[in-house]
């Protein structure tokens, strides 16, 4: 059985007409998005606020090709900082989370299609889990989503060993942050959001 497992495996590697791998890494970005935001704590809880976030990644990749598509799996390691700037006059601005931390792991699961030689164009699902949480008195609890699934896309440019690509990724979840632990009127204090993420990194093949 374990003869016929390995053989079915060595016959799935060959279906490919390419099997590549490689290290990855780059920067993650936004521009500050000015954005709608949910607070529980006030009675009129969607206002705009401006969410900023910021960090970079490093990890590993497989890349499968059959012909001109692929299929490129990646285990990602992402640090992101996360500002919120949500106006004085709504809540005391002593209680807002202005900057804290993030460390995930992110496996992207990209589905492409190389054009014109060089250019590659993808897009698939991206699986979150997030690590730990640097913040004062945060901690990982207070995220009510520590996994998550998004969506990523974007274009890469391969010359010899080295490709860039820039990327956009965006959750099928809201962000939901509790950044208070005390309670106010029996609700907890969450900024909730939904914001986008770009991603410009280079690529070294093996």
């Keep these: ?92 601005k002593s209680n807002i989370v202005t900057d804290f931390n993030q460390h995930k792991i992110d496996i992207p699961m990209m589905f492409g299609y190389k054009v014109f030689g060089l250019a590659n164009i993808f897009a698939g699902p991206r699986f979150e889990f997030i690590r730990g949480v640097s913040y004062d008195n945060i901690d990982l609890d207070d995220l009510k989503n520590q996994y998550n699934l998004g969506l990523q896309y974007g274009i890469g440019l391969k010359f010899g060993k080295f490709e860039f690509d820039l990327r956009a990724e965006r959750g099928f979840t809201k962000n939901e942050i509790n950044f208070m632990e005390n309670q106010a009127e029996i609700k907890n204090q969450y900024i909730t959001s939904q914001g986008r993420l770009y991603l410009l990194g280079v690529s070294y093949y093996f």
Excluded at 69 to 92: G, Q, T
Aim: positive net charge; without cysteine.
């Design 1 to 92: 059985m374990k003869k016929l497992n390995l053989l079915f495996f060595i016959i799935s590697l060959n279906a490919f007409s390419q099997f590549e791998y490689g290290i990855k890494g780059g920067i993650s970005f936004n521009s500050n998005l000015n954005i709608s935001a949910n607070i529980e704590s006030i009675s009129n809880p969607n206002i705009n606020i401006f969410e900023s976030r910021n960090g970079q990644h490093i990890g590993v990749f497989l890349k499968l090709s059959i012909n001109d598509f692929f299929i490129r799996p990646e285990l990602i390691y992402s640090k992101i900082k996360n500002s919120y700037d949500v106006p004085i006059v709504i809540i005391n």
